[in-house]
């Protein structure tokens, strides 16, 4: 039976830090005029709050207030600064954080336009019925070297060693956890982006897109 065009797809875009992840999704929301949520945001605006606030974050419960009233600037540099990074990937292994930031990513895939999601669960979890699943991939080194230009570009000072052992450290946080991990869905395409620069990366990602968006109008 010939299956109903999708006009608006759902694109989950999953993968570790660093991985190029980002990129890619901002750009196929251009390239297929979709609305786009950064899901790490989300878990990074619970950090920021837990952060403010002198919050513990090994302690599940406040972390857990730290989900209510989520109010943020999504270009806050905050955001994306070392210890939030830090904190953000240990509360983002707690259920009941994940379970109060489920809803907001689901709503935002089901809305009627499409919607391009980036993340580590959007084609396991969020979005499981996606048209389009991305798993992009890098060495740790290759994002490690990635992460550092990001970090000196913000001005901040690192070392190589120190970044890379933190990717390292959040990679196995990210994998390990026993709620939504950090995996390939079984339907998922891998794109490995080692050895290509940012264009080409969006430029196989959108060819990777087209392939699927073609077949499941078949
Ligand atoms: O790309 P990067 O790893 O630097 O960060 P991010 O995507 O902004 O995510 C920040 C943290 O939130 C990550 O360390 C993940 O542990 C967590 N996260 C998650 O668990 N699930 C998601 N869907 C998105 C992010």
């Excluded at 890619?24 to 609305?35: D, E, Q, S, V």
């Excluded at 956890?177 to 490995?192: C, F, I, N, S």
Aim: proline share 6%.
């Amino acid at each position: 039976m010939r299956k109903k065009a999708r006009l608006a797809p759902v694109i989950a875009v999953d993968g570790p830090a660093a991985s190029g992840k980002g990129t890619i999704a901002r750009a196929l929301a251009k390239h297929f005029n979709l609305p786009h949520m950064d899901t790490g945001l989300l878990y990074r605006a619970v950090a920021l709050n837990l952060w403010r606030w002198g919050g513990d974050p090994g302690n599940e419960f406040e972390a857990l207030r730290a989900c209510d009233d989520l109010g943020f600037v999504p270009d806050d540099p905050e955001l994306r600064s070392e210890p939030v990074s830090k904190i953000a990937s240990m509360i983002s292994a707690y259920p009941a954080v994940r379970t109060a930031l489920l809803e907001r990513q689901q709503d935002f895939a089901r809305q009627d336009g499409g919607a391009v999601l980036d993340g580590r669960d959007i084609g396991t979890v969020i979005a499981p019925g996606a048209d389009v699943k991305l798993f992009i991939t890098a060495t740790a080194q290759v994002r490690a070297g990635r992460r550092l230009k990001e970090l000196e570009k913000c001005g901040m000072a690192a070392h190589f060693e120190e970044v890379l052992a933190d990717i390292r450290a959040r990679d196995e946080r990210d994998s390990g956890r026993e709620v939504a991990p950090l995996k390939p869905a079984a339907d998922a395409v891998l794109l490995d982006t080692s050895d290509l620069a940012p264009e080409q990366a969006i430029a196989e990602a959108v060819r990777l897109a087209d392939e699927r968006l073609a077949r499941a109008d078949r």
